[in-house]
């Protein structure tokens, strides 16, 4: 295997908080730089996590004031109702994917775990 590939992988066990104790002394002892720069990168992508939950809230809340006494929602009508906050959820689908912030946790995940912020389970 690629030394490089190697590397990613235990880094990526590290952000998810998977990486054995053991293992992590050992890369402290040998390389210390690696694992500050690994807690910075781990910051970052928290803070981007906590603007992409933003960003989905704001998605939902648009379509729940689009739909507050609006006679748009009639049957057969929601798909282009709803087709600029589909767009938008696309879109952030994107970013997110582009951001790397699919190492902690899956989009959908993040989706649900927004849902369920506004009283919604999973479907």
Not at 37 to 62: G, P, T, V, Y
Not at 90 to 109: H, M, P, W, Y
């Amino acid at each position: 295997m690629d030394p490089e590939v190697i590397v990613m992988q235990i880094r990526d066990e590290f952000m998810r908080g998977e990486l054995e104790s053991s293992v992590v002394e050992i890369i402290r002892n040998r390389n210390p730089v690696f694992l500050r720069d690994w807690e910075k990168m781990k910051l970052s992508l928290k803070l981007k996590l906590r603007q992409f939950r933003k960003k989905i809230s704001d998605n939902f809340r648009a379509g729940l004031r689009k739909a507050d006494g609006c006679r748009r929602y009639r049957p057969g009508k929601q798909s282009s109702t709803n087709k600029k906050e589909v767009k938008g959820m696309q879109k952030l689908r994107t970013q997110f994917a582009r951001s790397g912030c699919d190492v902690l946790i899956e989009f959908q995940n993040l989706v649900d775990e927004v849902k369920s912020g506004f009283g919604g389970g999973k479907k």
